[in-house]
């Protein structure tokens, strides 16, 4: 179910493993929306993962793409801008690692960003 969140300021469905966002409230097919885009997401992890090692594995302490698996935590996932962030990522307290996503398959993901 849909639900204004303060916390991430957008309409969010929330699931154990990832949270998916609107900025603007969305239309009745949001709930398929989200499943999709989680599927979608959990099942092009391994290449999430592989892109976003090769731009972090000089910053932190990470072995390889099951490694950055590990930590990268519940996935904030924007399907209105194509964006993906992890806002309680296990590499560090400081820093928010993310994303934006160019297909609905995860497959061409651009611009990893660290910022803290």
Not at 2 to 28: H, N, Q
Request: hydrophobic share 35%.
């Amino acid at each position: 179910m849909i639900e204004y969140s303060e916390e991430y300021d957008a309409y969010v469905i929330e699931f154990d493993d990832a949270v998916i966002c609107w900025d603007d409230e969305p239309d009745k097919s949001c709930t398929q929306v989200a499943e999709d885009v989680r599927n979608a997401y959990f099942q092009n992890i391994k290449h999430i993962a592989e892109t976003i090692y090769d731009e972090i594995k000089g910053m932190f302490d990470v072995a390889d793409a099951d490694d950055v698996i590990s930590k990268l935590g519940k996935p904030v996932i924007n399907p209105d801008n194509g964006q993906v962030t992890y806002n309680e990522s296990l590499f560090d307290d400081t820093h928010v690692i993310s994303f934006e996503y160019l297909d609905d398959e995860f497959n061409d993901i651009q611009y990893v960003s660290v910022d803290g």
